[in-house]
């Protein structure tokens, strides 16, 4: 195997797996990222959950390898396709491949989140991810909510495409929203629009049994009633609200299917205040309790998704550096301040959720490896 140093002034080259021509490939290097289905595997063997954080820039892969690192817990790094145009391909990969350097104890899987499209996966593949979500709840333009038969079609496209190269497959069925308004959340640009009713808000669990078994997904997005962004409940959540009882029927159903929740940010009243008392406005809001997704990762759910809780922590620590000392203007004085406080946020994730304590276990694999196990 060539080995790569991190000093190197060209990395080496190697056939890439499908754009026909040379360039430098992490399934080659020593430190590689690994294919996420290996997490949720041993998550599944020992019984707890994975949150999966995204990412746009350096500081937020920094904050997650620094919490993964104080608490040795296997990471899924995640990016939404705005994240990928934000930050570009190149610097995300590089980035990427810079963390597997830093922390080789430490296995790192990096997933497209919300693809639009057979194409958005094909092209997240060609660029190293190790695993890429098909969204096929919605149509291509990431708003209109799509047939079952378009789903499955555009989702066993993607496996069709992944599994050759070890590349993870999540999916999803039933369409993310709120159970209050039928309404997705636009906030972040991808999501159900218009008015939506509960057979299409809810995943219902004999039609996952149909879609886990044709398509053959490494994870299943399901569909409870949450929402992305931090408007997700008017009040505390209970079950009328929060449908955590599909997660358990369709557990029942699919034991050994890895469930995914999105929309999982518990939104933390303490980091609502901070952003309100250093200027910000917020109205108030609820999101998933913490308990509530200890209850599901009891009933199979293996990887959480976490967004809007980072992003609130960073937007938190900034404006008390601004509000504080107006007079500064490196953006060091607040960048700090903002990647340690979503370091703690993702610290305090990865220990409630289970996965502190694991990365050391996990035995790394490399997609061209794991790709033998779905032949
Ligand atoms: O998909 C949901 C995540 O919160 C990503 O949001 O599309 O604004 O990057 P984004
Ligand atoms: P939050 O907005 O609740 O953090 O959800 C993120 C998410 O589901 C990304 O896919
Ligand atoms: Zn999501």
Redesign the pocket.
């Known amino acids: 195997m060539a080995v790569y140093t991190p000093f190197q002034a060209q990395p080496p080259t190697f056939h890439n797996r499908s754009l026909g021509r040379d360039r430098p490939c992490h399934q080659e290097f020593p430190v590689p990222l690994v294919p996420m289905r290996i997490l949720l595997d041993h998550a599944a063997a020992n019984s707890y959950g994975l949150a999966a954080f ?1 990412v746009n820039n350096m500081e937020q892969i920094q904050a997650i390898m620094e919490a993964a690192k104080e608490t040795d817990s296997p990471v899924i790094v ?1 990016a ?1 396709r705005g994240a990928r145009v934000y930050s570009q391909d190149a610097y995300l990969r590089h980035l990427m491949l810079a963390a597997a350097e830093l922390y080789p104890n430490i296995p790192i899987a990096m997933h497209q ?2 693809g639009n499209s057979p194409k958005t996966c094909k092209s997240a593949i060609e660029q190293n991810f190790t695993s890429v979500m098909m969204d096929g709840s919605l149509a291509e333009d990431g708003k209109s909510p799509a047939t079952y038969d378009y789903n499955v079609q555009v989702t066993a496209d993607v496996v069709k495409a992944a599994h050759p190269v070890g590349v993870s497959v999540e999916g999803e069925l039933g369409c993310l929203g709120s159970l209050e308004s039928g309404e997705g959340e636009q906030e972040d640009g991808h999501g159900a629009v218009g008015k939506l009713d509960h057979s299409q808000l809810l995943t219902d669990p004999a039609q996952a049994e149909d879609f886990y078994h044709k398509v053959k997904v490494d994870a299943l997005a399901v569909a409870i009633g ?1 929402s ?2 931090a408007y ?1 409940f008017s009040r505390k959540p209970d079950g009328a609200v929060l449908a955590m009882d599909r997660i358990i029927e369709i557990h029942r159903r699919l034991p050994n299917c890895h469930m995914v929740m ?4 518990s939104v933390p009243q303490e980091i609502q205040d901070m952003i309100n008392k250093y200027g910000g406005k917020m109205k108030q809001t609820w ?1 998933v309790p913490v308990e509530e997704i200890q209850l599901g990762i009891k009933h199979g759910v293996r990887k959480v ?5 980072n992003r609130m922590a960073i937007t938190a620590a900034i404006r008390k550096v601004f509000a504080g000392t107006p007079e500064k203007f490196d953006p060091r004085d607040y960048l700090k301040p903002a990647r340690e406080s979503m370091q703690a946020v993702c610290k305090a994730r990865m220990i409630s959720f289970g996965q502190a304590g694991n990365a050391g276990k996990i035995k790394s694999v490399t997609c061209k490896e794991f790709a033998k196990s779905y032949s």
Do not use: E, I, M, R
């Open positions: 995204n995640q939404s989140d919300h949450t992305h962004g997700k999105h929309g999982s940010s999101g998704n976490v967004d809007t809780d």
